[in-house]
């Protein structure tokens, strides 16, 4: 059924989807290399569960409390013939939440260290000996690509020991490479090096081709620079609402 908000949802949908399509095409590469994930945080199920019938296989989350309770609605609002959406957890995680979050999440885009890596893996395991998962959890390592701590990520310097780890870590698939560009730092800059260091741990890993980078703002620089999935959330689903949290 159409309502004001589906047709807004299908709207802010197809353009994103004709935006990443533009790109691949200026860069050189096939759309289908590109994953859209359509950020849904801070919106309510009832979004989530219509961009999934619109087609939106992909759906991100960055805050394990407002997740787990949305996955379980989401589910509950769709039908059966609907296709079931993948979940990725995007945001930083506390360890204690891994359990939470390897009962939904396909992949988990914020590894940045081995204690959090460890514990994922160690989820993972035991979510699919509950039965509540069949795959591996896909784990992207987030890179500082300023080298500041406070933000969030890996130094590039520690990299490889990181993605070792985790390669080495049952329960964990290496999947490859998120950032965010420094605030500050030119998107394209950004990515360009993102790139760089992404060919170099893939020279080691060579299965871990991913680089999840690019959001509403820059998924064209993103792309550019070989950006296998990105990230938008409000240039699809609008401003996000404010919140008491
Ligand atoms: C919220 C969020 C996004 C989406 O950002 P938009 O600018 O709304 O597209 C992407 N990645 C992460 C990690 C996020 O937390």
């Given at each position: 059924m159409s309502t004001p908000r589906s047709d807004e949802l299908a709207a802010g949908l197809s353009a994103v989807r004709a935006r990443v399509d533009a790109a691949c095409t200026a860069a050189g590469r096939?759309?289908?290399?590109v994953t859209l994930i359509t950020v849904t945080k801070f919106f309510p199920a009832a979004d989530a569960a219509e961009l999934a019938r619109l087609g939106s296989e992909d759906l991100g989350e960055s805050r394990e409390q407002e997740a787990t309770a949305k996955v379980v609605d989401c589910a509950g609002l769709l039908d059966t013939s609907d296709l079931a959406p993948r979940w990725h957890m995007l945001g930083s995680i506390q360890r204690n939440k891994a359990r939470a979050i390897a009962r939904w999440a396909?992949?988990?885009?914020?590894?940045?260290?081995a204690r959090l890596a460890t514990a994922l893996g160690a989820a993972a395991v035991s979510a699919a000996d509950e039965g509540a998962r069949s795959a591996p959890l896909d784990a992207y390592l987030q890179v500082s690509l300023d080298g500041d701590p406070a933000r969030g990520g890996v130094a590039a310097d520690q990299l490889d020991e990181l993605a070792d780890l985790t390669a080495g870590t049952?329960?964990?698939?290496?999947?490859g490479l998120m950032a965010v560009p420094p605030i500050g730092v030119e998107p394209t800059a950004a990515f360009a090096r993102l790139a760089e260091i992404a060919s170099r741990m893939q020279s080691q890993?060579?299965?871990?081709?991913g680089i999840s980078a690019g959001m509403s703002a820059d998924l064209e620089a993103a792309i550019a620079h070989g950006s296998t999935c990105v990230r938008v959330g409000t240039a699809i689903l609008g401003p996000r609402p404010i919140t008491s949290q």
């Open positions: 096939r759309a289908a290399d396909h992949s988990a885009h914020s590894v940045d260290s049952t329960g964990l698939r290496l999947a890993h060579p299965g871990a081709t």
